[in-house]
C-alpha cells in the first residue's frame, strides 16, 4: 500500500505561483513512476505531468514552460510547481503513483487551486 498526501493547494491570482507537494508513504519502494493530475468543476480529470525514477519528465502541452515536476527522493515527495497561473488552472489537483508495466495505482485526495482573475 502507498499513501499520498497532497498539499499546498490555494487561493491565488492570475499571474501568481504555487507549489504543490506530493508525499508518499508506505511502500514507495515499489513506485517509479509519479504524475499530476487535475479535474476542473464538471469536466474530465486531465494528466499535467510524470517523473520517473530515473528523472525523466513529460508534460501537457498547455502546462509545458509553466508547470515543473520534480522530485526529492530522500523525503519521497513530488512536487509541481506552478507558475503564470490562470483562471482555467482552477482545479483539484491529484498525484498519482504507480509502477510502470502494471495496472496498479495509488491516488491523493487531491488539493484544491483556485485561480482568480
Known amino acids: 500500500q502507498v499513501q499520498l498526501a497532497e498539499s499546498g493547494g490555494g487561493l491565488v491570482q492570475a499571474g501568481g505561483s504555487l507549489r504543490l507537494s506530493c508525499a508518499a508513504s508506505g511502500s514507495t519502494f515499489w513506485v517509479n513512476v509519479m504524475d499530476w493530475y487535475r479535474q476542473a468543476s464538471g469536466k474530465q480529470r486531465e494528466w499535467l505531468a510524470t517523473i520517473t525514477d530515473g528523472g525523466s519528465t513529460n508534460y501537457l502541452d498547455s502546462v509545458e514552460g509553466r508547470f515543473t515536476i520534480s522530485r526529492d527522493s530522500a523525503k519521497n515527495t513530488v512536487y509541481l510547481q506552478m507558475n503564470s497561473l490562470r483562471p482555467e488552472d482552477t482545479a483539484v489537483y491529484y498525484c498519482?503513483?504507480?509502477?510502470?508495466?502494471?495496472?496498479?495505482?495509488?491516488w491523493g485526495q487531491g488539493t484544491q487551486v483556485t485561480v482568480s482573475s
Open positions: 498519482r503513483a504507480r509502477r510502470r508495466g502494471t495496472s496498479l495505482d495509488y
